[in-house]
């Protein structure tokens, strides 16, 4: 009876955790379109400066898949930017890890010989994820993420912050 009781507690409790990152994963599920882009110095960047889209699909409770597209291109003669990067995203309720599977980018280290640059190796990190009513905040690689309703805040270390608007 005793071990009937723990098993019945430990499905509950499962179950309720489970439901938890499912309702999370519901909350950042979708195609995120890139609004603008503010730099440190307040320069703002919109359309055809500066595009971008984001996926987030679930594939379980506490994974998820996550392409994201970024095309700079700022006319003013500096070099094109695009980046292009896919991972896996695993949640719990307070912690996050992604595995990134691969990285193309051009325009940072560009050259004639080698436009583009791709980085298939694997990279893993792990960051903090925090929930407070509709609004879910990611932190990792000095990057922060808010997810609120159909708004998305991303910065990274001060250089910019980004807004993105969920469209599907």
Known sequence: MKRLMIFLLFAFATQGCSDRLSDMQNHLAGTWILQNRQLHD?????????KGVLFWQP???RKAHIALNLLE??????????NYAASTYEIS???ITRARYVLVRQGYRSSAEAPMSVYP????VKGKITVEGDKIEIAHDDRQWV????????????????TWTRVQ
Not at 147 to 162: A, I, K, P, R
Request: hydrophobic residues 25%; positive net charge; proline residues 4%.
């Open 59 to 61: 594939i379980s409770s």
């Open 73 to 82: 291109d700022l006319k003013d003669g500096a070099p094109r930017r695009f």
């Open 42 to 50: 307040g320069t703002v960047l919109r359309e055809p400066q500066i």
């Open 121 to 124: 190796k694997d990279k893993k």
């Open 93 to 95: 309720t307070s912690a």
């Open 147 to 162: 997810f609120e309703g159909n708004t998305l805040t991303t910065s990274y270390n001060g250089t910019w912050v980004d």
